[in-house]
């Protein structure tokens, strides 16, 4: 029987680049497509795949809300532009962690070890929820983490959990935290 493997990514272009890197790696497998978190999570249901790639932040559900419930039922492979949560991932028995863009070879390595774990069913797929639970709230915090401000000749860095409001003047806005501004 040819494995399943779904790649949940909303970006098309690293999509189509993710899935021609993988087809010449893995020829049998068949690949399922998502756009999107919600996506993904119908194709996980309704074909139960063997793997998952899937992107930490996506639109609907990100991957995490995802892998929840494909944990201990199919292999993840996370791919996402972050390299802050590949140690836990990895210390969670996540198959790989790839950055993005997906180089050849990072796939190479990680088809390897998806095809070693499908072949031995002495390594069933790893229960993720621990992992999870904590990158979820790794994950919810903001992006931005800093807004810089010119203050006559100097630069301030404000940390986003400080500042209080903005307050907009003419052609300047204010940045306000609780002890400068």
Request: charged share 25%; aromatic share 6%; proline share 5%.
């Amino acid at each position: 029987m040819n494995p399943t493997l779904l790649i949940a990514e909303d970006e098309e272009l690293v999509r189509r680049d993710m899935v021609a890197t993988l087809k010449p790696l893995w020829p049998q497998v068949k690949i399922l497509e998502a756009e999107n978190g919600l996506q993904a999570l119908d194709l996980l249901a309704a074909h139960q795949p063997q793997a998952a790639f899937l992107d930490i932040r996506m639109p609907g559900a990100n991957g995490l809300e995802v892998a929840r419930p494909a944990s201990g039922h199919c292999h993840v492979v996370f791919c996402t532009a972050y390299d802050e949560y590949a140690v836990e991932a990895f210390s969670a028995r996540a198959i790989d962690y790839l950055l993005k863009p997906v180089c050849a070879e990072r796939m190479a390595e990680a088809v390897t070890r998806l095809k070693e774990r499908l072949q031995s069913n002495a390594q069933p797929a790893a229960d993720l929820t621990q992992l999870i639970a904590h990158l979820s709230k790794v994950v919810a915090k903001p992006a931005l983490r800093w807004v810089s401000a010119n203050v006559g000749d100097t630069i301030k860095m404000f940390e986003i959990d400080e500042i209080l409001y903005f307050q907009s003047e003419d052609k300047y806005t204010k940045v306000v935290t609780m002890h400068d501004e």
